[in-house]
């Protein structure tokens, strides 16, 4: 099963915790950095294209415009965090929090780079600090259940989820991990059905109908999960796990060659999974033809 965190960063000076999902495509993005706006926005939209370099040079820039400007300093600490530089990440975070040590969602950041690290307590202070702040600030409650979760708090994890659809019932992740967390205490059916809410809200989540088809897997229902698995890879067919998975249940039910296709090209997707791969070597020693 697979959870969901939410780590946000700024574009603007005021910050909302409770907001709608939306992926953010890269081809709708426009950079003029002959335009007026500001450093920060222009670090941002490098940020959000997948360009971090220019996102530092800009958010480098921006603190010369406005050194006291506490967003700059989480973005810099998001940049850092994503090129797995934990330290300087660090760094900037506590200066945004010295900063503005009443802004939910830096304490929330912060946190989840402190359960990158493992460090857990910490982390659930960060978030503790985080809700203290602003008690309907929802994402919040995601990341402190994941983090439960994770410590075996399985019935305080439950509890933050339930917080968060209570103050946001639009919340789609967390609809996915509590049915994540319900699938894991054998609860299926009703783990399926906050699925389909996460699917309902968002009906572009590949992760969500991953989710689902293993809840289906468990009560039998073999053509549900293969729908499910196809429609994944149909939305992100980037992601190699997403083809192991459904391999395994091809595997399960007999379709052998189609397990080794899918087994292949997870494979070419950079998925390498060593405990299956006796099964792989038994079974798909001529795969010459099984990716076309």
Not at 64 to 69: A, F, I, T
């Given at each position: 099963m697979y959870k969901v965190i939410f780590i946000f960063f700024f574009s603007l000076?005021?910050?909302?915790?409770n907001v709608g999902e939306r992926?953010?495509?890269?081809d709708e993005i426009n950079i003029d950095e002959t335009s007026d706006e500001s450093h920060l926005i222009i670090g941002n939209n490098y940020f959000l294209s997948g360009d971090k370099e220019l996102a530092l040079k800009h958010y480098m820039k921006a603190i010369?415009?406005?050194?006291?400007?506490a967003i700059i300093y989480n973005n810099i600490a998001e940049v850092y965090e994503s090129l797995e530089d934990y330290d300087n990440a660090a760094l900037y975070f506590n200066i945004s929090l010295k900063l503005d040590s009443l802004n939910p969602f830096a304490y929330n950041n912060r946190g989840e780079l402190k359960e990158i690290i493992h460090d857990y307590n910490g982390a659930m202070i960060d978030f503790n600090k985080a809700i203290q702040v602003d008690s309907f600030c929802s994402i919040v409650y995601v990341n402190r259940g994941e983090l439960k979760l994770e410590l075996q708090d399985l019935e305080g994890a439950r509890k933050d989820y339930d917080l968060c659809i209570e103050i946001d019932p639009n919340n789609a992740v967390a609809y996915n991990n509590r049915g994540d967390l319900k699938d894991i205490l054998g609860e299926y059916q009703s783990a399926i059905l906050d699925f389909n809410k996460a699917i309902e809200i968002n009906c572009d989540y590949a992760i969500a109908y991953v989710n689902r088809a293993y809840s289906k897997k468990a009560v039998k229902d073999f053509n549900g999960a293969m729908t499910d698995y196809d429609q994944s890879i149909e939305l992100d067919s980037n992601q190699g796990l997403f083809y192991f998975d459904r391999a395994e249940l091809k595997f399960e039910l007999g379709d052998v060659k189609g397990a080794?296709?899918?087994w292949e090209i997870a494979k070419t997707k950079g998925f390498?999974?060593?405990k299956y791969d006796s099964l792989i070597n038994e079974y798909c020693?001529?795969?010459?033809n099984a990716v076309n």
């Open positions: 000076f005021l910050y909302q915790c992926e953010i495509k890269v010369k415009e406005d050194s006291l400007n080794c296709d899918d390498l999974f060593s020693k001529n795969r010459s």
